[in-house]
């Protein structure tokens, strides 16, 4: 029970009549780099959804089993809004909000409670450093945060997540709309956080996910386009001893 | 070959067009400008409008009196004291006064041809505030020089007299006003006959400074003489002269006073006021309204059959004639809650006109907002009603905000809604149930009414600014919402 952050028991999910997932059982551990790879339409971005509810804003969604969030059970147990807040989500396309930059990093803080000037301030600095933005645009915080760069943006997307002081962090291929040096970047950046944060990342993208994570899963699709887990374990382990042949295969097909 | 033809008459027949559509936009943009701003009427009147020379005494009025010319009957008529308001001879409504100074009052009246009034002629010329009386006219010696605040002003005397056999009905015909030019070849011998300006078959015979008898006596005969001399003759008969006025229509006076008598008289100020009151009712009635239902259909309503079927009729009330929303008001506003012909049932019958317009392009900003931002508030703990105050309102603040100015432009062009639901005061509205008029309203009243095609007009300029505003706003603020869009 020690350090494990989810718990996910049996966990199938729906949209209307189509089933998505099938029965998915996985442990996700604190202060690690947790990645999802597999095809496109395996049901990656729906499974990372499942774990701060997000998928309850689309209609039609259909849950079965359960996930233990700190052993507490995330659909019957805990208040959604708080659950978010404990649980940040970086998304692909990086979406800040037509504000000023500090108003982007404060909007997470503020809707939970009223700081005094001060404290924000420190609010929003200490995340605008630890997505190592800070530097780069203290001296325009008012200005509008659609108007930074591709990569900037996502980190200020990062930073506002980090604002709320969450304890995981997904990120739904933050990574994919991104040249190689931002990318770069951003990959640094989740190596830092991974010390005061665990984080759960879907990628496309394999040397991303043996690059910078501790743990991977890897999911597929079955005939019906249901998709399943077929393998949880050490990046390294699955990388180059997996022990299904079918994440063999869709490694190496991936590198060869 | 053939296709090079083909091409090259597509292009010049597409010139042709665009070059005929934006003539005729010019023109009639050309033309209510002009119309707007000046105003230019073709008035018979009995005198020849050419200035004659006094050299005994000036007429002046006061500036406000807007009089330019008085013809000698008018005069005459004014100094017998059978003219109390200046409305049939000036666009003013103003209580008349004369005020003849003694040194020349008996000059005066002779030149007029009747006996003296001694109501008119005053004792002393200092002791009478000229300045404040709008309605003031003074008479004085050609010695002193204009009373400041008053203009000099002309009068025309010469008459156009000629024979009665001139002026008969023949075949249903009878010879109209002659122009200015007209006179000036009748007086050269130009003309031949008289049948030319549709009189009889008669040689037009000029005599200058005719007497009576010599009129009178020579079927055709013309002359011109002087008013006081034609008031004596009894055997002749006038030619009216055509007189051509022209002015401006609008002045700075002309928008900021009030509306007179149905609007043929004053300015135009309380209707701008009240057009501006009730587009200020009309907003604060239908935004908040049709942004909840926009919100709603948008955020909350489940899709299905009902939500369907309110779209349709939304869509449908959308292109409702506007008449039948005027009906409706009526009907509900006006009978049934008794609020009378009001600005209260005029602006909710036009809030209601422009409600779906507004669901609808609210509705359309609205769903246009980007959903990665709406998830990205859910992620971070938002609920979802503050989602869609802090993050979809505010981005889709243009949008709505675009909508609703258009969707106002269309209320403020508006008439049949109001024909039986606003009234039509031209008094400023104190109440919300006072009847008021508004500025469409106001063109469409002064036509049907007969008071004034230039006073339509200019009002018509005043909407078209208001509209050219609205519609420039609107733009801005679609390329500014452009830029933030994406
Ligand atoms: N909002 C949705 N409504 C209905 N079906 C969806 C929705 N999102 C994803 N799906 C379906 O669920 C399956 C998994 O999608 P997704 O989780 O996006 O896969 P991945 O992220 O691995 O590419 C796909 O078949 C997709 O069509
Ligand atoms: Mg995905």
Redo the contacts with the bound molecule.
């Keep these: 029970m020690e350090n494990k952050l989810f718990n996910v028991k049996n966990l199938s999910l729906w ?2 009549e ?1 089933k ?2 099938n029965d998915i059982n996985m442990e996700i551990e604190a202060n690690k780099i947790t990645a ?1 790879i ?12 499942v774990l701060n509810r997000m ?1 309850d804003l ?1 209609d ?2 259909k849950i079965e089993g359960a996930v233990d969030f700190n052993g507490k059970d995330i659909f019957n147990d805990v208040d959604i809004m708080n659950l978010r807040q404990e649980i940040g989500m970086v998304f692909q396309k990086a979406n800040p909000f037509p504000m000023s930059i500090y108003d982007n990093v404060a909007y997470g803080p503020r809707l939970f409670k009223k700081y005094k000037k001060a404290e924000m301030n420190d609010i929003v600095e200490r995340a605008l450093r630890q997505a190592s933005l800070w530097d780069e645009i203290k001296d325009r915080l008012t200005t509008n945060g659609l108007a930074l760069s591709g990569g900037q943006q996502q980190r200020l997307c990062l930073a506002r997540t980090l604002a709320t002081n969450p304890q995981v962090i997904l990120m ?2 933050p990574t994919s709309a991104l040249d190689p040096i931002s990318t770069s970047r951003i990959e640094e950046l989740m190596i830092d956080l991974k010390k005061d944060y665990s984080i759960v990342i ?1 990628t496309h993208n394999m040397q991303q996910a043996s690059r910078i994570s501790d743990t991977t899963s890897f ?1 597929m ?1 079955d005939q019906s ?1 249901c ?1 399943f887990l077929v393998e949880t374990g050490d990046t390294k382990d699955i990388f180059f001893k997996p022990r299904d042949k079918r994440t063999e295969d869709y490694i190496s097909g991936k590198f060869g | 070959m053939d296709r090079k033809r083909s091409n090259q008459i597509a292009l010049i027949s597409i010139r042709i067009f665009s070059a005929v559509s934006i003539a005729i936009l010019i023109v009639i943009l050309g033309y209510l400008l002009f119309r707007g701003l000046r105003y230019s009427n073709r008035k018979e009147i009995k005198v020849i409008p050419i200035a004659s020379i006094n050299n005994e005494f000036n007429v002046y009025a006061n500036k406000s009196a807007k009089l330019d010319y008085l013809d000698w009957f008018t005069l005459q008529s004014m100094a017998m004291g059978r003219v109390r308001t200046l409305r049939t001879i000036s666009k003013v409504n103003e209580k008349f006064h004369l005020y003849i100074d003694p040194r020349v009052s008996d000059q005066f009246y002779s030149y007029l041809a009747t006996d003296k009034l001694d109501k008119f002629i005053i004792k002393d010329s200092t002791a009478i505030n000229y300045k404040e009386d709008k309605g003031g006219m003074i008479v004085l010696p050609i010695t002193e020089s204009a009373p400041s605040g008053y203009r000099s002003i002309k009068i025309y005397d010469n008459v156009v007299v000629v024979n009665k056999e001139v002026t008969q009905l023949l075949n249903n015909k009878k010879i109209g006003a002659v122009t200015l030019t007209q006179i000036e070849e009748l007086k050269n011998n130009k003309i031949d006959n008289w049948n030319s300006l549709n009189g009889p078959s008669l040689k037009p015979d000029f005599i200058a400074n005719a007497s009576e008898s010599e009129l009178a006596n020579n079927p055709g005969s013309i002359s011109i003489v002087k008013a006081k001399e034609y008031s004596m003759m009894k055997n002749v008969e006038t030619l009216d002269v055509v007189n051509i006025e022209s002015g401006w229509n609008i002045s700075l006076d002309y928008l900021l006073s009030n509306s007179e008598e149905s609007g043929s008289f004053g300015g135009i100020f309380s209707i701008i006021v009240n057009t501006l009151i009730m587009i200020f009712l009309v907003i604060l009635i239908s935004t908040p309204i049709g942004l909840g239902a926009a919100v709603y259909l948008s955020q909350y309503a489940k899709k299905g059959r009902i939500t369907t079927i309110i779209r349709s009729g939304i869509d449908l009330l959308a292109g409702v004639p506007s008449i039948i929303f005027g009906l409706f008001g009526m009907l509900v506003f006006v009978q049934l809650f008794g609020w009378s012909f009001s600005l209260i049932s005029g602006s909710l019958t036009l809030s209601l006109m422009i409600l779906p317009t507004i669901i609808r392009t609210s509705e359309e900003s609205i769903n246009s907002v980007d959903k990665n931002m709406i998830s990205a508030s859910r992620g971070l703990g938002a609920t979802k009603i503050e989602t869609i105050f802090k993050i979809v309102l505010p981005a889709a603040k243009n949008g709505i905000v675009t909508g609703i100015i258009l969707a106002v432009g269309r209320a403020l062009g508006e008439t049949a809604a109001l024909v039986f639901t606003i009234g039509s005061s031209t008094d400023i509205a104190s109440k919300l149930t006072s009847s008021s008029r508004v500025l469409a309203q106001h063109i469409y009243l002064t036509i049907i009414e007969g008071q004034s095609i230039d006073h339509a007009f200019s009002a018509a300029l005043v909407l078209i600014i208001l509209e050219l505003i609205i519609n420039t706003t609107a733009k801005k603020l679609m390329n500014k919402g452009k830029k933030n869009g994406k």
């Design positions: 949209y209307g189509n998505a997932l999802f597999g095809p496109s339409g395996c049901g990656k971005s729906t499974f990372l959804r998928n689309i039609g969604v739904d291929e879907v999911f699709i386009r998709g």
